[in-house]
């Protein structure tokens, strides 16, 4: 009978070069993201979002929308004149859904 160690996926998440290949495997995300972020234009007053990866504590990888209003960007919003406005959905494209 086969036996598998409770610590497994731990010590196999930290083996070298593990963490290399899952920030290599976020790489076409994070490109297809920034490129979908520099197609929506409307940031007249200044204020400029960006797609960046962030590296997890230990072995994530995590590719993330940041600005002054990163979910009002992706998932839309109401103005104060009650005029909603569609999100651009760009991490949800991004990941291909």
Known sequence: ???VYHDA???IAHLDGVTA???EAAG???RRARA?????TTDDDGEHHEVVLRLGQKTDAFVDLI?????ALEIGH?????????GRHILKRALGE
Request: proline share 13%; charged share 20%.
């Open 78 to 86: 109401v103005t104060p004149k009650g005029k909603m406005v569609e």
């Open 28 to 30: 076409p995300t994070l």
């Open 67 to 71: 600005g002054p209003a990163p979910v």
């Open 9 to 11: 996926a731990e010590k």
């Open 36 to 40: 979908l972020l520099a197609e929506h």
């Open 1 to 3: 009978m086969a036996f």
């Open 21 to 23: 290949a899952v920030v």
